[in-house]
């Protein structure tokens, strides 16, 4: 006959009250934290979903606007949505997976979606004397190459700089202009990270004027003269700009800090999101925020890979936004 084994603890097996309430009390403490940050942020989700809906925060400034009928004169439509997706590492990530940001909002919007995108670049153009081939790729250069047409020195230097140049340039000369519908434009951090000068104040009085130069070795001034070469060269496209995102920096004794905190001499991450709303308003862009109440120090490891680049949940976060508020109609739920 078999004997019953009979594991005892120290109190002859039994769990006291105490104990147990307390367990009680910790796993509803636990569901509780759950619920708060799903309802706070969304949710979670470090897999791609591309049934995922985050919910987006009410704290975001966003400004959607639309082309101005003089604008859309003479132009024909096609009948095909197409977009054109423009920026650095933001859409340079997994690029060729169904988890990268523009092939994220193809699924959302079932549109035809270009992506050129330059990783490492920023917007405006490094300052004389210590630029690199690096900034011939900025978003200012890439933009007045689209305006004129002319993707020589873009081309000649792109196969230096990897496969991820060749590609976009490639996809740029293939593009027909007159068939995108939207430009959808998207930068991290990196002007702040690269300590980029924020803007040259005779810019700011400047921005309606005709034919002024504005200054392109500033964040504000590039964003404003890439803009409106674009614009001249193509009036009909809609052009929409998705905001950075919060990113941490290192100050001079390389501890790391939260940008919207960190200053080096040109204001804070914060500083930039305002002058970019400030360039956008002017110049009748759609401004999508996704830097007010998205991403945060406290909640920066459930979004970003390192310090500035996002993860999957955050890309979905960014393509559901810009999908929800420029092509509501086409929103794949």
Not at 138 to 159: C, H, P, Q, W
Request: with cysteine.
């Amino acid at each position: 006959m078999s004997k019953k084994r009979h594991h005892r603890n120290n109190n002859g097996g039994k769990i006291s009250l105490p104990i147990i309430l307390l367990i009680v009390i910790l796993g509803f403490v636990v569901l509780f934290a759950s619920v708060l940050w799903k309802f706070q942020f969304g949710g979670i989700t470090l897999e791609y979903d591309p049934d995922y809906v985050p919910e987006i925060s009410l704290n975001a400034e966003d400004n959607v606007l639309y082309p101005l009928d003089a604008d859309m004169e003479g132009h024909e439509d096609d009948g095909i949505d197409t977009i054109l997706c423009l920026g650095n590492d933001v859409f340079s990530y997994d690029r060729d997976e169904e988890t990268g940001l523009a092939n994220m909002i193809a699924t959302k919007t079932g549109a035809t979606v270009y992506n050129v995108s330059f990783p490492g670049t920023t917007v405006a153009y490094a300052p004389i004397g210590s630029e690199t081939e690096v900034d011939t790729f900025s978003f200012v250069g890439v933009a007045k190459a689209i305006g004129s047409g002319d993707y020589t020195e873009l081309s000649n230097k792109a196969a230096d700089m990897g496969t991820d140049y060749v590609t976009s340039i490639k996809i740029l000369k293939g593009i027909d202009f007159d068939s995108i519908d939207t430009l959808c434009i998207m930068y991290d951090g990196n002007d702040y990270i690269q300590k980029r000068v924020l803007y040259n104040p005779t810019d700011v009085d400047n921005i309606l004027t005709d034919g002024y130069e504005f200054d392109e070795y500033t964040y504000m001034g590039g964003f404003i003269a890439g803009v409106k070469a674009i614009h001249q060269a193509y009036p009909h496209i809609r052009i929409v700009v998705n905001t950075f995102t919060f990113c941490m920096a290192t100050d001079d004794l390389g501890t790391l800090q939260a940008g919207d905190e960190l200053n080096y001499g040109n204001g804070t991450l914060t500083d930039y999101y305002g002058r970019l709303f400030q360039a956008t308003e002017a110049l009748n862009v759609s401004f999508i925020d996704d830097y007010m109440g998205f991403i945060t120090q406290s909640n920066k490891d459930e979004y970003l890979s390192d310090n500035i680049h996002l993860n999957v949940s955050a890309r979905q976060y960014v393509a559901y936004h810009f999908a929800l508020l420029i092509y509501p109609e086409l929103l794949n739920d």
